[in-house]
């Protein structure tokens, strides 16, 4: 994990931290709906400026291989490489599993809200991600048992081809809750992490970082561990 000791980069990210807060601050005359889209719309467009233009970050729903869909989440993180459904541009797209790289929910306050997160943590859960090695494994078995009929040079290329191929991460899709206002303390917020379906949480009123692999970060390296953990997410196949 990266520590900030650039002088350059800790005013750039206090500079950030000072925008979502402006950002949170000029809309609370707006109504709890506008409010809720406007608070999407500045970390999602925060996050566009900071990743490389080929990642999208967008909304809409989730579905998997079973049929089973998410709801609407708040922020898609999708996979470069990958494509979704949207009706209309700008509008909210339906996803498939295997192209998204991660969830965000972004709430006013962690605290209040913390019941819709985990509702919707749950949902994005049950959603299976079924990568290439699974599928071709999936249709060699099917070859094995005789419910499809092909030769044995067939069974030798999908199994040579399922162990060569990309794409071995979680089945599940990581999901994170950044909240504006939250708890105060990171002992706090690493036992919700510990005790939800959620893999992440990152308070910014008071600089707290907490996830499944990294024990509570604080102050600026709180945001740069959040940066650093979405990174990684999008480079899993």
Known sequence: MIYITNEHLAQRITSIFDTLESGFEAGGSMSSASKGVERE??????????????????????????NLKSGQVDIVLE?????????????????????????????????????????????????????????LGEF??????????????????????????????????????????????KETVEEKVRSSDVDGIFIVKEKIYVGNTANGITGLNSMLTFLQTLEADFKKE
């Open 41 to 66: 719309l500045i970390v999602s467009t925060l996050f566009r400026e900071i990743f490389p233009s080929h990642f999208r970050f967008t909304s809409g729903d989730i579905t998997d291989s079973r």
């Open 140 to 185: 060699a078995s099917a070859i094995r048992s005789g419910e499809v009929s092909a030769n044995e040079e067939t069974l030798k290329v999908l199994d040579l081809a399922a162990a060569n191929s990309k794409g071995k991460g979680d089945p599940k899709i990581p999901i994170y809750a950044v909240g504006f206002n939250g708890w105060k303390t």
């Open 79 to 135: 996979h470069a490489y990958g494509f979704s459904f949207p009706m209309l541009t700008g509008g909210p797209r339906l996803f498939l599993a295997e192209n998204v790289a991660a969830v965000i929910e972004v709430k006013s306050d962690l605290v209040n809200q913390w019941k819709e997160v985990c509702a919707t943590a749950k949902n994005v859960k049950k959603l299976e991600r079924k990568f290439a090695h699974q599928r």
